[in-house]
T-cell receptor
Framework: DVKVTQSSRYLVKRTGEKVFLECVQDMDHENMFWYRQDPGLGLRLIYFSYDVKMKEKGDIPEGYSVSREKKERFSLILESASTNQTSMYLC????????????FGQGTRLTVV | GNSVTQMEGPVTLSEEAFLTINCTYTATGYPSLFWYVQYPGEGLQLLLKATKADDKGSNKGFEATYRKETTSFHLEKGSVQVSDSAVYFCALRPLAGNTGKLIFGQGTTLQVKP
């Protein structure tokens, strides 16, 4: 079975902290994605990566950065956490190709206080 | 730009009722279209997909047909069960540039009552 594993299910961080969310996939997928999920807004793409060290901004990259040093791992970094970044964060991965299915992790519920 | 619009929820149905969840899209060219489902406490999983006009995707009794003329991909099921209660997301992957991006709608919550 394909597995996309996010390092934490729940996180509580303080305003101003630097926060790292980690995601690992075991299927040798080229593409990896970070989304945030908010009620009424669906999934919004923060960043995605199509190869090691390659990244592209999504629709809401402000306040976030990413790192992909190895093919299987994609990290989302909140440089200085703020309360409006309290959300559910979902990582996904897929092969390259227009019909390729994306596989999702279980999500990290981040609360910034 | 590329976007997906779904009908607002929640949708509440009785068991064995007919389900339709509307999805329309805006995209350059001919995108691939997907329905994903998110059960409570879980991540999203693919329900079905279609990659060209008039294709019908189907899985677990759910169906959706890629309609280019109406830019729609409505999800249907003839007889829903309580276990179908979940959030359903329509998504597209644009072909123009084919960067691999997946663009999602806002999700529709389905509640099925016994």
């Amino acid at each position: 079975d394909v597995k996309v594993t996010q390092s934490s299910r729940y996180l509580v961080k303080r305003t101003g902290e630097k926060v790292f969310l980690e995601c690992v996939q075991d299927m040798d997928h080229e593409n990896m994605f970070w989304y945030r999920q908010d009620p009424g807004l669906g999934l919004r793409l923060i960043y995605f990566s199509y190869d090691v060290k390659m990244k592209e901004k999504g629709d809401i990259p402000e306040g976030y950065s990413v790192s992909r040093e190895k093919k299987e791992r994609f990290s989302l970094i909140l440089e200085s956490a703020s309360t409006n970044q309290t959300s559910m964060y979902l990582c996904a991965s897929s092969f390259w190709g227009d019909a390729a299915e994306a596989f999702f992790g279980q999500g990290t519920r981040l609360t910034v206080v | 730009g590329n976007s997906v619009t779904q009908m607002e929820g929640p949708v509440t149905l009785s068991e064995e009722a007919f389900l339709t969840i509307n999805c329309t899209y805006t995209a350059t060219g001919y995108p691939s279209l997907f329905w994903y489902v998110q059960y409570p406490g879980e991540g999203l999983q693919l329900l079905l997909k279609a990659t060209k006009a008039d294709d019908k995707g189907s899985n677990k009794g759910f169906e959706a047909t890629y309609r280019k003329e109406t830019t729609s991909f409505h999800l249907e099921k003839g007889s829903v069960q309580v276990s179908d209660s979940a959030v359903y997301f329509c998504a597209l992957r644009p072909l123009a540039g084919n960067t691999g991006k997946l663009i999602f709608g806002q999700g529709t919550t389905l509640q099925v009552k016994p």
